[in-house]
């Protein structure tokens, strides 16, 4: 039998590292190990990771890796959880992007600004903050680590979702490398004598790269949209007795269109992750929250009413909401704040609104949480369901779980839900995994030190291990049966399943024309 060794083509990383430099190929195996595991799992380790820092780079790279049968996987800010960025093919080169974190141009008066894939949400974000401007989309809750290329990739949601969608809807073009190092522009910006202003010129090209996980081409950089940083905001909390009474209210105000930033949290989560903060995480969210109001005096009163409110309104029986909404002026924002509570009355009481007034201040948290409020493994999944179907795929969880209580009760492993509304249209349902197991090499790296280190170790813990992943695989078929869709597709949820033909075979046709030795992330999309 044929080792690694014995099949890899000669000289192959020696080639990169003449191409990109030896300091930007790495080959140690812990180096490897670690960027070749995600939050949750791991598959094949590459040959090498690289580190190219230009579009000229990326190309070259694709060139080479392409003459030489070796497979290109990219990897943006690592906080994936769907297998998205690991390569099942241990022939391969795996792309860390984090060389390629410069914010190329702000264009002020043409509203948008053009990014390397590799710079995270946090440094976008806080580039665009002195000139008033921000994307309409400005980030997943990891943006600290998250990248706009991995994000566009994933097509993911959090921060502008209430009322921009997803990541993919603030995008005007993209610069996308293809398999055999050719560069495509998408949009106007496909046009010699034009700029990436305007995404609709003819077919949306631009459309067929966000959400593709990297399987049609390796993204150097995104043109995303801008809009003036709204002035005024408010923060509103609702706490509710049952789901369904969170789940009605939700769907109400979604309907509305007035909330920026929504997320929901059932009584386990909010007990768990939110409960868990320290003296000093509380005082670091009260300084955050001063520096952010409209002046001193606002700063105080809304510190002081933090302090007063303390945990209370995490109630261990209470499913609670969270909205921002934003506005022109004081008066706008006051007005769409009223209709949000008009449309949440019939189902749910207003609690204090400490949790909004902090996301507000501090949108990037550090990666705490990709380990349970225990130190046990954590891992999401999800699905976008219409609003009609929210409460059936509810009961047939329920029953799921039910069905492997006894099993989750000996194996320790535990779970909870998140919630969002996205846009107007769609009701994100997250279920969420804890259990008792040793730590990864994701999560060792990760997760700040000094945090780490407060936080229990477990011994390894197989059967959990095994419980979890049993239990996401019928829960995904449970969500594919109601109709669910996804984001983060990566090489986890079951995309060409039940697909339209005609559609599918098309999708076969793209991967064809820009990937024919389907050199690009194989697996992802389920390609």
């Known amino acids: 039998m044929q080792t690694q060794a014995q099949v890899e083509p000669v000289g192959l990383v020696e080639r990169v590292a003449a191409l990109l430099g030896s300091e930007h190929v790495i080959t140690d195996a812990d180096d490897i ?126 921060w502008g979702t209430g009322t921009f969608g997803v990541s993919a809807e603030s995008v005007l073009g993209v610069e996308v490398v293809l398999s055999g190092g050719e560069v495509l522009r998408t949009g106007s910006w496909g046009t010699e004598t034009s700029t990436p202003f305007f995404r609709h010129f003819g077919p949306d090209l631009t459309g067929l790269f966000t959400g593709d996980v990297g399987a049609l081409g390796i993204k150097t950089a995104v043109t995303l949209r801008l809009i003036s940083r709204p002035p005024e905001f408010i923060g509103l909390s609702f706490r509710f007795p049952d ?9 109400a105000v979604a309907k509305l269109g007035v909330n920026t930033i929504n997320f929901a949290l059932d009584p386990s989560l909010q007990q768990g992750q939110l409960g868990k903060a320290s003296a000093a995480d509380a005082m670091t969210a009260a300084l955050a929250v001063f520096k952010s109001s409209r002046n001193p005096l606002d700063g105080l009163v809304q ?80 699905c976008v369901l219409p609003f009609s179907r929210a409460l059936p795929f509810r009961r047939d969880l329920e029953a799921l779980y039910e069905r492997h209580a006894e099993r989750m009760e000996r194996h320790k492993v535990t779970y909870g839900a998140m919630f969002m509304t996205v846009s107007t249209h769609a009701f994100l349902y997250e279920p969420v995994f804890y259990w008792e197991d040793e730590r990864n090499a994701c999560s060792e790296r990760m997760v700040p030190a000094d945090y780490l280190a407060q936080l229990p170790v477990y011994p390894p813990n197989p059967e959990g291990r095994a419980l979890v992943a049993e239990m996401k695989a019928e829960i995904i078929d449970l969500m594919h049966q109601h109709g669910g869709a996804h984001f983060q597709i990566g090489k986890l949820y079951p995309y060409l399943v039940d697909r339209n033909a005609a559609a599918e075979q098309l999708l076969r046709d793209i991967k064809q024309a820009v990937d024919p030795e389907r050199r690009l992330n194989p697996g992802a999309l389920g390609l």
């Open 243 to 251: 789901f369904d009474s969170m789940r009605q209210a939700m769907t």
């Open 33 to 158: 190990a670690f960027y070749s595991t995600d939050i949750y799992s791991e598959r094949e380790r590459p040959l090498a990771v690289v580190r190219p820092g230009s579009l000229q780079d990326v190309a070259a790279l694709a060139k080479l890796a392409t003459a030489e049968g070796a497979s290109l996987v990219p990897r943006g800010g690592g906080a994936s959880y769907t297998d998205g960025y690991l390569p099942t093919e241990a022939h391969s080169l795996l792309i860390d992007t984090s060389r390629m974190d410069e914010i190329l141009e702000i264009n002020q008066e043409d509203m948008y600004v053009t990014v390397q894939t590799g710079v995270p949400w946090a440094k976008l974000n806080e580039a665009l903050k002195p000139l008033g401007l921000r994307t309409p989309f400005y980030g997943p809750f990891s943006g600290l680590h998250a990248t706009v290329g991995g994000s566009i990739s994933q097509n993911s949601v959090s």
């Open 303 to 382: 510190v002081v009413r933090m302090g007063l409110a303390g945990k209370r309104f995490l109630s261990p029986e209470n499913y609670s909401v969270h909205y921002i909404v934003e506005g022109v002026d004081r008066a706008s924002a006051k007005a769409s704040a009223a209709a949000l509570r008009r449309a949440v009355a019939p189902f749910g009481a207003e609690t204090a609104n400490t949790i909004p007034n902090i996301v507000q201040a501090m949108p990037f948290a550090p990666f705490n949480n990709v380990l349970g409020p225990k130190g046990e493994r954590w891992v999401p999944i999800h």
